[in-house]
């Protein structure tokens, strides 16, 4: 029971955390409930489909399949936290102003939620697709009754869940006029984390061998993984932040360029000076 | 129209991997017990694994100082690179079995 405990709570923790921080990025916006819902039940879908086309999918691009399908969907979803970025950039304060005038949840900010739902089900197929294969293993293999791993598997979901509402709180207890820049320094630095994580796999794919070596290492300090207290909170800022105790020059080009990116077409899509909010946007 | 050419086999040679000098290094994982749990690189110097996993059940190749995450499907294989390595030791583990499934690499 404690081996699931384990891995299922650490798996379910990095999903969390994710989901924790988009919640809080829509605050306000009507029907994110029902995104956010949808974005984890397809991405549980997937995970199912993937762990039960592992064998295959690790068998195409010459044994690089899995390699290379997993940077696809983190490229995937850097694309989808830039949108958002860049559309909470010229429309975030519309939201936070028209939050505070009607008191309640605004319809507007719903584009940049089926951005969000993709993110949200991005982490949960790659997280749950580790936990259901290695569930489907234990319970092929008849080492633990099938009550032991239930409740293993259910505890460390309730535990998964409970980080990810830490997370929510903790972010919601900023006041709400900083809330979303908060949320959008956040989100670039989860892109960028996703960026050079990808990289990790083109590489570990065989391709874009360059700039190998590693830059600094600090694992004797802050350990990116492992056992113990220190290893889960290096695990923790590797999914906030891409935290990595070894990057190399090319993850650090892909971290680096990520946030520039991000900033520059934030700034771009929202130039200093504001047409007054009197006239209407004829996009909208 | 040479410049172009050689622009794009040196685009091309950047991006394909590099031969491996040495054949890979076959690691059979049995009644989730990795053999051999020793495997030597020369250091600075990219290897290859073939990960052949002989149990019923998949396996995740796992080891936070290599940087790898590999799933291998029960009676499959799986390859596994190693980017040029400081010289040291870097375990590595099956997640799903990690209390038999270990393993080190050393670089030297």
């Not at chain 1, 991405?43 to 295959?56: I, T, Y």
């Not at chain 1, 584009?111 to 092929?140: C, P, Q, W």
């Not at chain 1, 794919?205 to 694992?219: C, E, H, K, N, R």
Request: aromatic residues 6%.
């Amino acid at each position: 029971m404690l081996s699931s405990l384990i891995i299922v709570f650490r798996e379910v923790i990095e999903a969390g955390l994710i989901v924790g921080i988009v919640l809080a990025a829509t605050k306000g916006v009507l029907h994110r409930a029902f995104w956010v819902a949808l974005g984890v039940a397809a991405g549980v879908v997937g995970a199912c489909l993937v762990a039960l086309f592992a064998g295959e999918i690790s068998n195409l691009f010459e044994g690089s399949g899995q390699e290379l399908f997993n940077a696809s969907i983190l490229l995937l979803a850097v694309m989808m936290l830039t949108w958002h970025n860049v559309w909470m950039a010229s429309h975030g304060r519309e939201i936070a102003r028209e939050m505070k005038a009607v008191g309640a949840a605004v319809t507007a900010g719903q584009s940049t939620l089926t951005a969000l739902a993709v993110v949200v089900g991005v982490a949960v197929l790659r997280e749950g697709s580790e936990v259901v294969l290695f569930l489907y293993g234990i319970a092929a293999q008849g080492g633990e009754t099938t009550t032991g791993l239930l409740l293993g598997g259910l505890l460390g979901l309730a535990g998964g869940a409970a980080m990810s509402a830490l997370m929510y709180f903790g972010l919601l207890s900023i006041p709400a006029h900083r809330l979303f820049t908060v949320t959008g320094g956040l989100i670039t630095l989860l892109a960028a984390g996703m960026a050079a994580q990808a990289v990790l796999f083109i590489q570990n794919a065989g391709y874009l061998q360059i700039l190998m070596m590693p830059v600094w290492d600090t694992s004797w300090l802050l350990p990116e993984g492992g056992e113990g207290v220190v290893g889960i909170i290096g695990r923790m800022l590797h999914t906030l932040i891409g935290y990595s105790d070894q990057p190399n020059g090319m993850q650090l080009i892909a971290y680096i360029g990520t946030i520039i990116v991000i900033n520059v077409l934030m700034r771009v899509m929202n130039p200093p000076k504001r047409v007054p909010a009197a006239v209407p946007n004829p996009a909208e | 129209m040479h410049f172009k050419h050689i622009a794009f086999v040196a685009a091309v040679s950047v991006l394909v991997s590099p031969a491996f000098a040495d054949a890979p290094i076959a690691l059979t994982l049995k009644d989730h017990k990795f053999s051999p749990a020793t495997i030597r690189v020369k250091a600075g110097q990219p290897a290859l694994i073939k990960m052949i996993n002989n149990d019923d059940t998949a396996e995740e190749f796992d080891s936070s100082s290599l940087k790898v995450e590999k799933v291998v499907a029960g009676h499959s294989s799986g390859n596994i690179r190693l980017r040029p390595l400081p010289p040291g030791k870097y375990p590595f583990m099956g997640e799903y079995h990690s209390a038999t499934a270990q393993g080190v690499v050393i670089a030297e």
